[in-house]
């Protein structure tokens, strides 16, 4: 399960655009990730600047 660091996370969005399954959301600038929607596809990882999800 991909994991967001919230301290380096920036809000960006880059990973919600890069969700094909819209498991992750913005609140109170920062991504969320609903585990009961997550594949595991593991696109995002890549698509953050910051490296905050792993």
Known sequence: MPVVNIALC???GNCVDA?????????NSK??????I???CR???PACP?????
């Not at 991504?31 to 009961?36: G, H, K, L, P, R």
């Open 10 to 12: 920036t809000g960006c």
């Open 19 to 27: 969700c094909p399954f819209h498991a992750i959301v913005i609140e």
């Open 43 to 45: 696109k995002c990882i």
């Open 31 to 36: 991504a969320v990730i609903d585990e009961s």
């Open 50 to 54: 910051s490296d905050a999800i792993s």
């Open 38 to 40: 997550c594949k595991k």
